[in-house]
Structures are given as structure tokens and as C-alpha cells.
């Protein structure tokens, strides 16, 4: 089957590092993908990775092992408006498979 | 360049009724996808369009369906709605129907009662 796992919930202080771990299972696969989503809004791109390894933009940064289907969403300097959703989503073979998303929560 | 939009923004409805969201795509984008979103279930595809074809579809039953328009605004109809049809209902815009880069409109908040 498909799946894609990753933590329900996560708390975090601000100015600290946190990382958010997702396995997944898929037939198919043509990327995986972060999505930031703050409640009652839509889901905003974060970032992709289609090969293994790390890729860094400012304060976020993803990583990718396909042999083992484990990616993980790293955030430094963690900010009070950091506090939202992570969804980690594969792109497998004709369709987006989403996971359930992990809410963060930062801490004064 | 503006945005995803969605219409209507808040829907309710009574179970057995039926309904249709809209979305318009950014513009000179040709693929829209739909999906549904839950607490308990998340993200759930439900379809792909591109180019007026549905190219891709999720597991849903056939009281879901969807179109396409020359525009590449698109369209979801939900018939004999349920309790359980009540989500948020997202559309996604891209480029190209197989682009990485995906777009979110701020969704349609259906209630069933």
C-alpha cells in the first residue's frame, strides 16, 4: 500500500533547532515534497527533493534518502510564527499522496 | 500575478443535496487538482485536470467528479452529499500537468448537516 508517517504533534522554543522525520511508502516516485500550512489557510510550498541528500533554503532545509523512504524538514531559529502544520508529501506515480501533517508548536 | 481563487469560500449543506466548487488557476497555468482535507484523513487527491482531460484520479467513490473549461478554470460537483463530505476543499494550480510546482487556493469549508 501507500503510506506516509510522520509525527502528530511537536513543540519547540523559539530560537531553537527542530526536525520533523517522515517515512513513506509508495508506488512511484517522482519527488517529496514540505508544505508549511498556518491554521485556516492554505498549504504553502516549503521545499522538494527528488535526489538524495540535503537541500538548504535560509532557515529550512530537507533531506532525502530514497533507499530507506525517510525525509526529514529541518528549522533553525525557530520563530513564534514558525507554529503551524508540516505536511510531507510523495509525488508517486500519477498522483500527490500526502501525510497528515505534523502540527508545531513554538514556545516563548 | 493574483493567486488561486476559490468560490464560494463557506458552504453549507443538507445531506442528500448535491454541490459545485469553483476554482480559477493562476493565470497560464493548465493543470488544476482537487483535493480534500480532513483532521482525521489530511490531504486526500481526488482529481487532476489538464487542458479540459482528467488525467489522474484518487480513490474516491463516482459522487465526485469534476471539469475543466477552455479557461482552465475547473469544477467539483459532490452529488447526494453525506455527513461525512464535510471538509475543506483545496485546488491546486500548476504549470504543466506533470510540474512539481504546486499552488494552493485558500479552499472551500463545505458542511453537511
Known amino acids: 500500500g501507500q503510506n506516509i508517517d510522520q509525527p502528530t504533534e511537536m513543540t519547540a522554543t523559539e530560537g531553537a533547532i527542530v526536525q520533523i522525520n517522515c517515512t513513506y511508502q509508495?508506488?512511484?516516485?517522482?519527488?517529496l515534497f514540505w508544505y508549511q500550512q498556518h491554521a485556516g489557510e492554505a498549504p504553502t510550498f516549503l521545499s522538494y527533493?527528488?535526489?538524495?541528500g540535503l537541500e538548504e533554503k535560509g532557515r529550512f532545509s530537507s533531506f532525502l534518502s530514497r533507499s530507506k523512504g525517510y525525509s526529514y524538514l529541518l528549522l533553525k531559529e525557530l520563530q513564534m510564527k514558525d507554529s503551524a502544520s508540516y505536511l510531507c508529501a510523495v509525488k508517486g506515480t500519477y498522483k500527490y499522496i500526502f501525510g497528515t501533517g505534523t502540527r508545531l508548536k513554538v514556545l516563548a | 500575478k493574483a493567486g488561486v481563487t476559490q468560490t464560494p469560500r463557506y458552504l453549507i449543506k443538507t445531506r442528500g443535496q448535491q454541490v459545485t466548487l469553483s476554482c480559477s488557476p493562476i493565470?497560464?497555468?493548465?493543470?488544476v487538482s482537487w483535493y480534500q482535507q480532513t483532521p482525521g484523513q489530511g490531504l486526500q487527491f481526488l482529481f487532476e485536470?489538464?487542458?479540459?482531460?482528467?488525467?489522474n484520479k484518487g480513490n474516491f467513490p463516482g459522487r465526485f467528479s469534476g471539469r475543466q473549461f477552455s479557461n482552465s478554470r475547473s469544477e467539483m460537483n459532490v452529488s447526494t452529499l453525506e455527513l461525512g463530505d464535510s471538509a475543506l476543499y483545496l485546488c491546486a494550480s500548476s504549470p504543466y500537468w506533470d510540474s512539481y510546482e504546486q499552488y494552493f487556493g485558500p479552499g472551500t469549508r463545505l458542511t453537511v448537516t
Open positions: 509508495t508506488s512511484g516516485f517522482n519527488g
Open positions: 527533493n527528488v535526489l538524495d
Open positions: 485536470y489538464f487542458s479540459e482531460t482528467q488525467r
Open positions: 493565470s497560464g497555468h493548465r493543470s
